[in-house]
């Protein structure tokens, strides 16, 4: 089994920044990439950035220049560092993991951006 563990969420006035984490554990050999991806009310899920094993970080255009994916591999862990957000941000962020081909989710933590 596969354990994600989120954190990092909040609320957080416009412009404001805030980090979400993602530790892996458990059956987590042969890691294709880590990423994370966000739904908000009424809309489908969407990648929001992703940082493969070996290969090149990719974001979603409305998030570019403001959003970094990063990733520690000693821990098994992501990282996403959101900066000048705004209130259409807002969303239930979910950390993912692939392995061999499959895909794995964490429980998911909830962003607003709100004044």
């Known amino acids: 089994q596969v354990q994600l563990v989120e954190s990092g969420g909040g609320l957080v006035q416009p412009g404001g920044s805030l980090r979400l984490s993602c530790a892996a554990s458990g059956a987590i050999f042969g890691i294709n990439a880590m990423g994370w991806y966000r739904q908000a009310p009424g809309k489908e899920r969407e990648l929001v950035a992703t940082i493969p094993s070996g290969g090149t970080t990719r974001y979603a255009d409305s998030v570019k220049g403001r959003f970094t994916i990063s990733r520690d591999n000693a821990k098994n862990t992501v990282y996403l560092q959101m900066n000048s957000l705004k209130p259409e941000d807002t969303a239930v962020y979910y950390c993912?993991?692939?392995?061999?081909?499959?895909?794995?989710w964490g429980q998911g933590t909830q962003v607003t951006v709100s004044s």
């Open positions: 993912n993991v692939r392995i061999l081909l499959r895909d794995f």
